[in-house]
């Protein structure tokens, strides 16, 4: 069963193995070498079984000079083979796995939202790191010792066949038996390990919890509750890891007394046999040899077997990820169908009037038990200014999802510029549209690199002048190095508010026709809010605006407003109008100027 | 490692044990070789054996193998149970002292690094230890006993044996430095590369929707390709060391055979002495490879020990005091006298600051973001302790109480919502560990929390993903607030409880705390102020410092900042 299983998960790994065909000279010529030294190292009990037979036994001192020479040109010879092969198994393994890295990136920022969602971000973090790293470790020792260890252990039988065969039975034998031995530890204990495995892995969520949750733990007093638990799961992988201890424990003593033993055998056996004159005592020095030789050889085998389990391991949760196939492919329609359209700026200027339209539009996300959205239905006209509100998940960033065509809807029909959704490609589609995504982050570089996201060509004007509208100028202006002022990973050396302007910013320099602000303004306070919004409307290329909102001076002096609730769109008009008409537009309104409705 | 010797010593019988069986089972192991050699030379050629002889020396070589063998295996358990043991009682204080630390130490650091100082660390050390216990003891005895041995055979062959070593370990130095270089370069920029790929596929959506997709894989490869330049050659320079040393073995065996076939010619030895020697000589170079491996190894567990002792060692919480009271029937009253503190003592924060609070009375605290309003929280909790002043609750001093009971006088409510990752129902029971299920139902719906719950795929029994990735923010400050709902405390701590919620459900959860908090005092960090305008007291902070105290019609007057913030909530 356990055999099955592990052949399975290697046919598995095969998928990624297709990327060393890259190094198919050096995957050939490594283990070359190595057998070329293992080879070598082959003949030196015969070279000493030479020496004591011809050179001590007819005290030739030449001949002992000649072997001696003989010994240490195949020294050297097994060193440049050796380090030949070291050089071809590193590039092999480290070229490898640099494009391996390179296809799952390219893979990983690919995948849509939907499958971004499925994966998790962190377990890819890991996959692209420390798995990839277990993989070259694991190609690295593959290509170095797999065929290695096995060719000096059967090679020493096969020498050991051509000096006695009879004596050679012993290594017959014994080797087979060695196998069992080596491989029945080996996959006793591989579960074992596992086991040791998981049990990090919740002392690990232990720690993270104290350390994330420390002022909650301590102000419900659950210091002890934790303390507990963190000790239960440590003594647990105490336990585990003393079994394992002991099973392994087995490995050295049990080889020790199967190769002993067969030398025990070896020898008496060998005494028989030169006392019946078939073999010389320099034969039986052989022997005893490469039976030596055979123990070094198991023991770097069984360590290597270690690696190659995690390899593989790492190996198929690489393959798990490259087998996700991409949904949205730049090159391949969104549509499921992929009709290709006639025009692709089938944007009849001046004659369809809308820009934007949603028809009958229903969501629900993967697996979901109701509906995100439903029955969403409205159309924009160019220029004009969307306003989105309503309260935590009635599903306002939803729409802006749908719009950006980063979640298809489940049905129902959206057209951006009178083309049908299903007939863009996400390139061509985000090429009308500019975000501002709810999460302001900012990217390592500087202010320019970031900003230049939006528009590779702008010029340094027109940087500026996103800056303005975006009320960021001021603080951009402030910083020694203005534009090429450092931002460290992820923005974290600016304020939350000055993030929001930055990546506000970013959207508006890509001039696009649609401009998407999803709840982006949250840590701004009300003043420049306000003065950001007069920014945007004065902007020259006019954009239509949706603006996603919680506050309802944010929107209410959109030429529409959409009230959300729970997925159903409750009211749609202009502030006064639904001030008048609908009830969760009041409640909401009220709900922030409560008492003080007059300051309006 | 002084530090490592403490958590040694309670095994120290079972380490003299441990290190008396690896000397029993070296000495037999090279006991082995010599009856090999014996025996070898009781085959001398045809009808010119020594049967009987042979025979015994086989039953003394079989009588050492199942010595050995069990010699090894008991050695081997007992260096695990060691390592074990010793692992798990660092594991267990680390963690035990992470618990009493003050938050000071972990809100400077990076939880990543913590988190790996507690698994890998403490997993590098135990690999260390444990290859030290097994292999740097049997390493060096090994070559001692090899030494005594060759030398009680032909001191002559010793000497060249012993002439040749350092070339091995020379090399390897040579080898183990270079690599040792570039080994910093690589993790240096893998660690560039990490930071990258977190970057960059952690805000995968945002790269998206810029469609950046293309030349941020551009930048990647670029990245990538000077990873694997540098690997290359980190991981062949390391992996020269076996060749090379194995080269360098090679040279002794052949110097060793040659000089002992002379030896043997002239009589000086018989064959199989020299075949032991031979052997001794392969038997004699191995452990030095392991050795110099063994150190770095060991270099690098004691590295990695010191990071685990950090934490360990560093300063936990003052410890209540012993005369320290508990606070019970709690009436609210809070009393701040002269209360000064900061973070760094550069940075002076909060200065003389006084404040009495009437029991049931409602403390808001507003400002601009940034503005230190948490930073009176971390006292009240007294997660913090202040500089200079004192904080009193009815009238006892905070540092004279024991922490948990004051701790359990308040109930709490952050903005960084923290929920287990457990079922929704054990996160809220949190609040009261003896709540029944229909208790916690009841303070979810209070909160207004059922609804949402209701439509999870497993309702109440919805385990919460490690990072919480179930659930939006909002939903997860629901939570947070039926907790405390549950927990019914005799004080509340708000901060900024409600910012992911809109304002209609704001409204709703308003009216139930504030049925919650009847009589009871709160302390309100709030955005909005529209939510606090009936606070008896609203303190208003700016730069770390409180710059207005009062009511909301008094600070309304006075024209103040406060008088600021607030019409600039209605700006258009």
């Known amino acids: 069963m356990h055999f099955i299983k592990c052949y399975v998960r290697i046919f598995t790994m095969k998928k990624i193995l297709i990327y060393l065909k890259d190094y198919k000279k050096e995957t050939i010529l490594a283990p070359l070498f190595k057998l070329l030294e293992a080879s070598f190292e082959l003949i030196v009990p015969l070279v000493v079984a030479a020496m004591i037979d011809t050179g001590i036994a007819n005290e030739d001192k030449a001949f002992i000079w000649k072997m001696g020479g003989i010994l240490v040109a195949l020294g050297i010879i097994g060193l440049v083979c050796s380090l030949t092969a070291q050089f071809f198994a590193a590039k092999a393994a480290v070229g490898f796995t640099a494009q391996l890295r390179n296809v799952l990136f390219e893979r990983i920022q690919k995948f849509s939202y939907r499958q971004m969602d499925e994966l998790g971000t962190s377990t890819l973090i890991t996959r692209m790191t420390s798995d990839m790293n277990q993989v070259q470790t694991g190609v690295n020792m593959v290509l170095r010792l797999f065929l290695r260890s096995p060719f000096i252990v059967f090679g020493a039988m096969v020498m050991a066949f051509t000096i006695d065969v009879k004596a050679a039975l012993i290594f017959a034998v014994a080797i087979p038996l060695l196998s069992i031995v080596v491989f029945g530890i080996m996959m006793f204990s591989i579960p074992v390990y596992r086991k040791v495995q998981a049990n990090l892995d919740k002392l690990l969520k232990n720690t993270r919890e104290s350390l994330t949750g420390a002022r909650v733990i301590r102000a419900f007093r659950l210091e002890k509750e934790w303390q507990e638990d963190f000790d239960a799961n440590n003594d647990a992988l105490r336990q585990v890891q003393n079994f394992a201890g002991k099973v392994s424990a087995f490995m050295n003593p049990v080889t020790y007394i199967v190769i002993n033993v067969a030398l025990v055998i070896l020898i008496h056996v060998g005494a028989i046999r030169v006392d019946a004159g078939i073999i010389t005592q320099g034969a039986v020095v052989a022997l005893v040899n490469y039976m030596s030789q055979i123990l070094v050889e198991l023991i770097k085998l069984a360590n290597l077997i270690v690696t190659t389990t995690k390899a593989i391991a790492s190996g198929n949760r690489i393959a798990d990820v490259l087998a996700t196939v991409p949904e949205n492919m730049d090159d391949v329609k969104m549509g499921a169908t992929g009709e290709a359209s006639v025009n692709s700026n089938a944007y009849p200027v001046g004659e369809a009037d809308t820009i934007v339209e949603f028809e009958h539009v229903h969501f629900a996300f993967h697996e979901a038990k109701e509906e995100a959205l439903s029955d969403v239905h409205f159309s924009v006209k160019p220029g004009q200014t969307i306003g989105i509100i309503g309260g935590t998940g009635s599903g306002k960033s939803t729409i802006v999802n749908l719009l950006c065509g980063f979640y298809p809807a489940t049905k129902g029909e959206i057209r951006v510029k009178g083309k049908k959704m299903e007939d863009y490609t996400g390139k061509e589609l985000l090429k009308n549209i500019s975000i501002v995504p709810q999460k302001a982050v900012l990217f390592k570089g500087t202010i320019e690199s970031n900003l230049r996201w939006g528009n590779e060509n702008a010029t340094t004007e027109e940087l500026w002048e996103a800056l303005e509208v975006a009320q960021a100028a001021e603080f951009v202006r402030e910083k020694s190095g203005q534009l090429q002022s450092e931002v460290a990973q992820l923005g974290k050396n600016f304020s939350g508010g000055q993030r929001q302007r930055l990546s506000i910013a970013r959207a508006i320099i890509g001039k696009k026709d649609i401009l998407v602000l999803d709840d982006s303004t949250s840590a701004l306070d009300y003043a420049t809010d306000a003065a950001l919004r007069q920014a945007i409307k004065n902007l020259k290329h006019k954009p239509t605006v949706f603006i996603v909102s919680q506050r309802a001076t944010s929107i209410q002096y959109a030429d529409c407003i959409l009230v959300l609730d729970d997925g159903e769109v409750v009211g749609m008009g202009t502030h006064d109008e639904l001030l008048k008409n609908c009830e969760t537009y009041q409640e909401i309104y009220h709900s922030q100027y409560q008492k003080t409705g007059g300051v309006k | ?572």
């Open chain 2, 1 to 572: 490692m002084k530090q490592v010797w403490k958590y040694l010593k309670k095994y120290r019988v079972l380490l003299l044990f441990s290190i008396l069986l690896a000397l029993l089972s070296v000495g037999l192991t090279l006991y082995i070789p010599i009856l090999t050699g014996e025996a070898l030379d009781l085959i001398i050629e045809q009808g010119k054996v020594d049967f009987a002889g042979l025979s015994g020396i086989l039953q003394n070589m079989l009588i050492a193998i199942g010595l050995t063998a069990v010699a090894q295996w008991v050695m081997n358990v007992c260096n695990n149970y060691i390592t074990c043991g010793v692992v798990h009682q660092m594991r267990k204080e680390a963690f035990a002292n992470l618990n009493r630390l003050p938050l000071s130490f972990t809100d400077n650091r990076q939880y990543g690094d913590i988190v790996s100082r507690l698994t890998a660390d403490v997993d590098q050390f135990s690999d260390g230890l444990l290859m030290g216990l097994t292999q740097f003891f049997s390493g060096i005895m090994t070559i001692l006993m090899t030494l005594v041995f060759m030398f009680r055979l032909s001191v002559g062959i010793t000497v060249v044996v012993i002439v040749m070593t350092p070339i091995s370990l020379v090399v390897a130095a040579f080898i183990a430095k270079r690599s040792f270089h570039l080994f910093s370069a690589q993790t240096r920029i893998r660690g560039e590369q990490t930071g990258y790929i977190d970057e960059m596929i952690g805000n995968k959506k945002i790269v998206q929707a810029f469609s950046q997709e293309e030349n941020v894989i551009e930048e990647f490869k670029k990245k990538n390709e000077e990873l694997r330049a540098i690997s290359l050659k980190a991981i062949f320079m390391s992996s020269t060391t076996n060749p090379s040393t194995r080269f360098v073995n090679g040279l002794i065996y052949a110097v060793v055979g040659l000089f002992g076939s002379f030896l043997a010619v002239n009589k000086g030895i018989t064959v199989g002495q020299l075949s032991c020697f031979l052997s001794y000589a392969n038997q004699y170079t191995k452990p030095f490879n392991e050795i110099s491996g063994v150190v770095t190894e060991m270099q690098n567990a004691l590295a990695c020990a010191n990071r685990v002792f950090e934490i360990i060692k560093a300063k936990p919480e003052k410890e209540d005091a012993p005369d320290a009271v508990t606070l019970e029937d709690v009436k609210g009253e809070v009393k701040l006298c002269n209360v000064s503190f900061s973070y760094v003592p550069e940075k002076p924060l909060i200065q003389n600051f006084n404040l009495t609070v009437q029991p049931g009375q409602k403390v808001a605290i507003v400002g601009p973001t940034g503005c230190g309003k948490t930073t009176l929280i971390n006292l009240l909790m007294r997660f913090y302790e202040v500089c200079k002043g004192d904080i009193k609750v009815d009238g006892v001093s905070i540092q004279d109480m024991t922490r948990a009971s004051l701790r359990e006088a308040y109930g709490m409510v952050l903005q960084e919502t923290w929920l287990r990752n457990e079922s929704i129902m054990e996160n809220i029971r949190m609040g009261n560990p003896f709540a029944s299920d229909e208790e916690v139902i009841e303070a979810a719906k209070a909160s207004y929390a059922h609804g949402f719950i209701k439509r999870l795929p497993n309702g109440y029994h919805t385990v919460i993903n490690e990072d919480g990735g179930n659930l939006s923010q909002g939903q997860k400050q629901l939570l947070c607030i039926a907790r405390v709902m549950l927990q019914k405390p005799d004080m509340l701590i708000l901060d900024e409880a409600t910012s992911s919620i809109d304002t209609r459900t704001e409204i709703k959860i308003q009216s139930a705390f504030a049925k919650l908090m009847e009589g009871r005092t709160s302390f309100i960090v709030a955005h909005r102020l529209s939510t606090i305008q009936d606070a008896d007291i609203i303190l208003v902070m700016r730069d770390g410092n409180i710059v207005e105290q009062g009511n909301h019609e008094e600070l309304l007057n006075k024209g103040g900042f406060y008088h600021e913030l607030y019409h600039s909530q209605f700006k258009h």
